[in-house]
């Protein structure tokens, strides 16, 4: 009898285990711990506010962060090392979105760019920039 009284606990001890893993793993699955999509995100969202975070970037000097966003030695990235070089500050840079032109993994963009200056000088220019999704570096939009 007390064998038998044993394996019912083991039994048991097993039973508890196998459903509190089946109940952990129920929790963690539904608990939220991958967000959902937002149905409203879209390419041209994405690459707004990749844009966006690359002239803040710039603007706050940080450089390296900026860089990140490029494709190493592309445009983008040696119009970083140039700001960088010229060490200007107090800049400030406001986008405006002209169009956004998606063709496969490839997009240009029509910005006009402000340069506020210490808030003395303002120069706008008209900016095409050029991204693609198809780079060994990353699978998101980086710009070229």
Do not use: H
Not at 9 to 25: C, G, P, R, T
Not at 28 to 40: A, H, N, S, V, Y
Not at 59 to 71: M, N
Not at 81 to 108: H, M
């Amino acid at each position: 009898m007390p064998v038998l009284g044993n394996m019912n606990k083991i039994m048991k001890k097993k039973v508890l285990i196998s459903l509190l893993v089946i109940f952990l793993i129920l929790v963690l699955t539904g608990c939220g711990m991958i967000p959902e999509d937002d149905p409203d995100w879209n390419d041209e969202k994405a690459i707004e506010e990749l844009i966006n975070y690359y002239w803040y970037s710039i603007s706050v000097g940080s450089y390296d962060f900026a860089k990140t966003r490029c494709i190493p030695d592309g445009d983008a990235y040696n119009v970083v090392k140039e700001y960088e070089d010229l060490n200007y500050s107090n800049l400030e840079f406001i986008v405006n979105y002209n169009w956004i032109k998606i063709i496969e993994d490839e997009a240009i963009v029509s910005i006009d760019l402000i340069i506020i200056k210490s808030n003395e000088s303002e120069v706008v220019c008209d900016y095409i920039m050029y991204l693609t999704k198809s780079s060994s570096i990353t699978v998101n939009w980086i710009l070229k």
